[in-house]
């Protein structure tokens, strides 16, 4: 072949399809939508990493341009026509506006648009190579293939770029985190795409908010990190220009408190935020939304607390026991977010049962400092009082109540922190975050 006669695979211009990291963005996005394929068959040659490589790059960049049809080989002559397609829907500019620069999201929103178009072009009879019709002739039902594909993508892209903020939410971001999401992506896309999930992100708006009312704990430590300055009187943190004053000033600022001191803390240990929430028949409809919606702000508040969270389900009976440690992997998450979100409501209250079980859970394991346990409930239960505040004080925690619609005496008696939600909103939200 003479030299300058190839003509790559790929159908954008500036993209270095020779180049190791533009092939291992194609390489990611073709694994993760196999994963998503599964076992299916039949789906000829478009489950290439060409088509993966260009999807991406049609994502991510911020204006992508299609290389002449002269430059295009025959056997790139479909991904062309794809690509062409993508390009000219007014769909691509709404999923694009959540991948534009953005590495995770155009890794993940392109292996569910691929997926997307691998499916809806089966079904228009579009994969068999020996069709006997060209690629020309099928334009138009390829290009209707991809809009249906495009469409069925863009809240898809939406509810990952929601994901990503919770999943990320309370953590430094970095690398890790991308990869994490990355690695675990068609588990990512599979959240996505639930109906109940979508619901639950909904409430992800509440999330900045969350954030900034949540605020770090500190106690004081003389051999702790430099905050800042203050005035007082332990020696082991005066600054060192008060000890040239005269011994009279000296004494006389020691006696009255007022040394300028360093001003040395260190993070408070807080023990884990367990989360109890009511899950009776009463319980089901607006109140169990709004007790889900709660939960994950409160495991937004336990990420940026680096604490563990945990959670228990109970009607008549406690239910399994899911624990969200501090240090979480994604997949980690997405088991836990996947779980509350198809809880619904039905049985009976037992609220004795349930918080004496979580004492239990607290106990058993190894936390220290403080636990938080935040019990939302409507149940107007009589409760074994003994039985509680002696649990609470072995497990060394606090009960905080979240009483919806209604009110209970006993829990009022035992609670540090008793709150009422007459309007299940997402302000009510925020003061249980803040209890």
Known sequence: MRRGCYKSPGVLKGVNYS????????????????????????????????????????????????????????????????????????????????????????????????????????????????????????????????????????????????????????????????MDLIENGSEVIELARSTDVSELLNYVTLLPEVGRRVRKKYVKFSKGEFRGYELGNTLERVVPTELALPNIYFNIKFIESKLLLYDKVLPKIEGPIYLLTDKSGSMDGEKIKWAKATSIALFTKARKERRDFYLRFFDSSPHTLNVVPRNARTSEITKFIKYISRVAGSGGTDITKAVTTACDDIMESSAKGVADIVLITDGEDTLSEYAIRRKLKKANARLITVMINGENRDLRKLSNAYLRALHLNKEEILKVVEA
């Not at 002449?68 to 790139?76: R, V």
């Not at 997307?116 to 228009?124: A, F, K, R, T, Y």
């Open 19 to 178: 180049d190791p990291v533009v092939m291992y963005r194609g390489e990611t996005v073709l694994l993760i939508t196999k994963k998503l394929m599964k076992k299916k068959n039949n789906v000829g040659n478009l489950l290439s990493i060409d088509l993966a490589t260009d999807v991406f790059y049609s994502l991510y960049l911020p204006y992508p341009i299609l290389k002449p049809s002269s430059d295009i080989p025959l056997e790139s002559e479909r991904n062309y026509f794809i690509i062409d397609s993508l390009m000219g829907s007014k769909d691509f500019l709404d999923v694009r506006k959540y991948s534009i620069a953005r590495k995770t999201l155009s890794t993940l929103v392109s292996a569910s648009l691929m997926e997307n178009i691998i499916n809806e072009l089966q079904q228009e009879g579009q994969l068999s190579s020996d069709s006997g019709r060209s690629v020309e002739a099928n334009y138009k039902s390829l290009n209707n293939a991809v809009r249906r594909a495009l469409r069925n993508t863009v809240d898809e892209a939406q509810n990952l770029r929601k994901l990503e903020k919770l999943l990320g939410r309370g953590i430094e971001a970095g690398e890790g985190v991308r």
